[in-house]
């Protein structure tokens, strides 16, 4: 089992910025994607930015220009750089990533708890 722990959420002014983490952890476990996800008050859970094949990244058009992300792979870690945060991206944030386990082909998607981010006018 793959363990992802997302953190640094928080409150912040429009036109702040927070970095968001997103740290895996198990035992021999292989990471073949990571994305970021964003659930909206009301809404429905949808795709905030992640990568795909290799180091290739994919982003929601709302998010592309203000929203870069990045990996450590060392560290089994992703980041969500925030930036310009509007009222708008008020949502619970949670990380998601497909893995397998030694060299079982099988491949499992896990979530994480979710991080609140809070942006106020």
């Known amino acids: 089992q793959v363990k992802l722990v997302e953190s640094g959420g928080g409150l912040v002014h429009a036109g702040g910025s927070l970095r968001l983490s997103c740290a895996a952890s198990?035992?021999?476990?292989?990471?073949?994607?990571m994305d970021w996800y964003r659930q909206l008050p009301g809404k429905q859970r949808d795709l905030v930015a992640g990568?795909?094949?290799?180091?290739?990244?994919k982003y929601a058009d709302s998010v592309e220009p203000r929203f870069p992300i990045s990996r450590d792979n060392a560290k089994n870690t992703m980041y969500l750089q925030m930036n310009s945060l509007k009222p708008e991206d008020t949502a619970v944030y949670y990380c998601?990533?497909?893995?397998?386990?030694?060299?079982?082909?099988?491949?499992?998607?896990?979530w994480g708890q979710g991080t609140q981010v809070t942006v106020s006018s």
């Open positions: 990568f795909t094949k290799g180091d290739d990244t």
């Open positions: 198990g035992s021999e476990f292989n990471i073949w994607r």
């Open positions: 998601n990533a497909e893995v397998s386990f030694g060299s079982a082909p099988n491949r499992y998607s896990y």
